[in-house]
């Protein structure tokens, strides 16, 4: 969560901000008490607890009509393709994005400092009372985009990366193998969605101001060239490879220990 906070703040800062990272956590900290970094806690768990378990269950469903779709007759025992699996964690995570967009906004807004809310209960009526409730989708666009971009390279990264390493001698299934799969995948989404992860957090808290992704995205650039469409990048980074490893490891433990249980193959 002060990843989290701290890689909202970057993104929301004038270009000619030189706090970077520390920089911008320790002005957070000092102006607005430690409390701060943890602002959005609520809406995030809930987000997690079910935009993740959404993208997982679909996951693998997607991932195998795919392959099945666009495998030839008579190459049943195919494996995934790397674009197979870019277009099934692209979807999964879209779909799962869209359902709980809601939640995403109540926590961008909260962690910016731009609302005054006493919880997640009253941002989400205070939001509703001000601007209706379709307006708790503001931004849903780019924020799609973005989980679409995300889970495109980190869900086919770690699933590529996870096959790759399988097949050779040196690695069998287990905690080395997910532990570099999932580094792997971390890098891999934070270099794919820092742009237009950026966009979003931008359309979230001012949307009348850029409009649509595209003009967000042209106006970063114009006004910031490439850093301004990566700005805020270390942070994303070092909030996605640490998440990424936690998340797939654990996962990959659950899911074995729930296979254990149910004495499935």
């Not at 004038?14 to 609520?42: I, N, P, Q, R």
């Not at 099945?68 to 195919?78: I, N, R, V, Y």
């Not at 640490?242 to 499935?264: H, I, K």
Request: net charge neutral.
């Amino acid at each position: 969560m002060p990843i989290d906070v701290t890689k909202v703040r970057m993104q929301l800062a004038s270009k000619e901000s030189t706090l970077g990272f520390v920089g911008t956590m320790s002005s957070v900290t000092k102006e607005e008490g430690v409390g701060a970094l943890f602002k959005g806690l609520k809406p995030a768990l809930l987000r997690q607890a079910s935009y993740q378990g959404i993208k997982m269950f679909l996951y693998e469903p997607i991932r195998d009509a795919v392959l099945a779709a666009t495998t030839p007759e008579g190459e049943e025992d195919a494996q995934p393709k790397l674009w197979q699996m870019i277009l099934a964690g692209g979807l999964a995570g879209a779909i799962g994005t869209y359902l709980t967009s809601p939640t995403d906004l109540i926590k961008i807004r909260m962690q910016s400092g731009t609302g005054d809310y006493d919880g997640l209960v009253d941002a989400f009526v205070k939001i509703i009372e001000a601007s209706g409730f379709l307006s708790m989708w503001d931004g849903w666009v780019a924020n799609v985009q973005r989980s679409f971009i995300v889970n495109a390279a980190e869900l086919a990264t770690y699933d590529a990366f996870k096959q790759l390493l399988l097949k050779m001698s040196l690695f069998r299934e287990g905690l080395l193998v997910h532990t570099i799969a999932s580094s792997g995948a971390g890098l891999a989404a934070a270099l794919a969605s820092t742009p237009v992860d950026r966009a979003k957090t931008l359309l979230m808290t001012n949307k009348e101001k850029y409009g649509s992704v595209v003009g967000c995205l042209l106006l970063m650039a114009r006004e910031g060239g490439l850093g301004g469409l990566y700005q805020g990048f270390f942070a994303t980074w070092m909030r996605l490879g640490p998440w990424a490893f936690l998340f797939f490891v654990c996962f990959e433990q659950f899911r074995a220990a729930a296979l254990r249980l149910t004495g499935a193959d």
